[in-house]
């Protein structure tokens, strides 16, 4: 393994110590996993042969601390010392496995440590608010923008508003955790005196059931109480729990009637969370209830970008198009192809392309159907006439390249949801005048000519068995 000799002198900044680290590791890694798992990762602190860094989340100590343990090891005995030790923060709620807040851990490891922590916002309590959650790096779109809208109004003026309660609802993986969080970091920044706290559902009720079983039930109500925020996520899980139920109209109606600032977030909207009490249901309408949607065709677009900026990476824009195309469920499933995605080109040190994305595109998608592409639809195409892919593009007029670019065409404009000026841009950035052209065309062969259809109706028949 390649090495460099360590300065006896403490290092003392841990931007240099870092840098040092940094400088080994490039020599022993492949360039795509330098680049792609240990450039995003930022020091914190040096101090007494301890290293502090700071990485984006629990997956990434994970897949290094699997893949190049050894190499990490090796850095820290040859930069800090044989004393040295390595901690990763980790700022995050580990999304990879539940959106619960995740306590503080300490993970012993020979040299390297691994430490996930919450970041102390207030001096007296634990606010549970996780700092990367912020209006900035949500992304707006369509399926958002009531609910982002109010939220910003929200965090500008806390229990001023008529949007008391704020109940934002919407399936999984959508941004509601990041949106009510976003709400409480912005408060915080914009009042630093104002108390405020998020924890989920089950937190809140495991909490309840501690503080009867201790007899610290006054106390319990009035921490709560004293709350100038409360954000409590998946409020669903309180359907069955009546005691909890009951407890917290009673905390809902003191929060609420002192001018509080109450968020909520659900799966469903309220009328819908049946086996929970009406009075409860009732004062859950008493604001603004907001729901959030999947993601449009441009929004995922724009999420994949952002990620993929966050972690220094560059992806081609026909790559994250094929993604966004594809992954349409949740903004989690969309983040998660795009990591594999990168782990997958890491771990065989390999560039992104658009092969490897389909193939993680059809991991993520296993047990359903994957959405038909108009670039899937041109590689069967071009498989059956056997012309190159870039032809269709091309100012081509060969007979059978020109049938097969309107084939394309049609079936790209029968199979996807892509307007016509879209389907034009895939071929060659063709008018969409070129597209009805094409399409009235073919359609007129089929229904005239019975091998053409016999060849539309093959071609068809691959495409959807492909990704079904």
């Known amino acids: 393994m390649k090495g460099y000799s360590n300065n006896s002198t403490e290092l003392s900044e841990p931007k240099n110590t870092w840098k040092q680290c ?5 020599e022993n890694v492949p360039p795509i996993t330098y680049n792609t798992w240990f450039i995003p990762i930022k020091p914190i602190s040096y101090k007494d042969n301890i290293l502090k860094i700071q990485v984006p989340n629990s997956y990434f100590i994970e897949w290094i601390d699997e893949h190049y343990n050894t190499v990490i090891n090796t850095t820290v005995k040859q930069i800090l010392g044989e004393n040295g030790k390595l901690v990763y923060i980790v700022l995050d709620n580990d999304e990879f496995q539940n959106e619960e807040t995740i306590p503080e851990e ?3 490891k020979p040299r390297a440590q691994i430490q996930k922590i919450q970041p102390e916002i207030r001096p007296d309590f634990e606010s549970y608010l996780i700092p990367k959650y912020k209006f900035e790096n949500f992304i707006k779109g369509e399926g958002n923008q009531l609910a982002r809208a109010a939220a910003v109004a929200i965090a500008e003026n806390s229990g001023g508003t008529s949007f ?9 993986g959508l941004g509601k955790t990041h949106l009510i969080q976003a709400i409480g970091n912005k408060v915080i920044e914009k009042y630093p005196s104002k108390r405020v706290i998020y924890l989920s559902t089950e937190q809140f009720t495991v909490e309840f059931i501690d503080a009867i079983q201790s007899g610290k039930i006054s106390e319990f109500s009035s921490f709560y109480k004293s709350m100038d925020v409360l954000i409590i996520d998946d409020i669903q899980f309180l359907i069955g729990k009546e005691k909890t139920q009951d407890h917290f109209f009673h905390l809902f109606n003191t929060l609420h009637q002192a001018g509080k600032q109450i968020i909520l977030s659900s799966d469903k909207p309220p009328k819908d969370l049946k086996g929970l009490s009406e009075r409860l249901i009732s004062r859950f309408q008493w604001g603004l209830s907001a729901d959030i949607q999947a993601p449009d065709f441009e929004t995922r677009i724009a999420i994949l ?3 993929a900026e966050s972690y220094g990476i560059f ?9 966004a195309f594809n992954i349409t469920s949740n903004i989690r499933e969309l983040e998660g192809c795009l990591i594999k995605l990168l782990a997958g080109a890491s771990l065989n040190s390999q560039e992104i392309n658009l092969e490897l994305a389909r193939k993680t595109v059809k991991e993520i998608a296993t047990g359903r159907q994957v959405n038909i592409s108009i670039d899937y639809i041109t590689q069967i195409v071009c498989e059956y006439f056997e012309v190159d892919e870039n032809k269709l593009r091309e100012k081509n007029r060969k007979k059978e390249v020109v049938l097969a670019r309107q084939i394309a ?20 950035g063709r008018d969409h005048s ?3 052209h094409a399409y009235n065309n073919i359609d007129q062969m089929v229904s005239d000519d019975n091998s053409t ?9 691959k495409i959807e068995l492909g990704v079904s």
Do not use: Q, W
């Open 106 to 108: 300490v993970i012993e």
């Open 315 to 323: 992806i081609s824009p026909e790559i994250i198009e094929y993604i």
């Open 22 to 26: 940094l400088s080994f590791i490039k």
């Open 305 to 307: 970008k952002n990620k």
């Open 164 to 172: 008391n309660p704020f109940f934002i609802y919407g399936g999984v």
């Open 409 to 428: 065409m049609f079936l790209s404009k029968k199979l996807t949801k892509s307007s016509l000026k879209t389907i034009g841009l895939h071929f060659g």
């Open 453 to 461: 259809k016999d060849i539309v109706d093959s071609i068809r028949n």
């Open 434 to 436: 070129t597209v009805i």
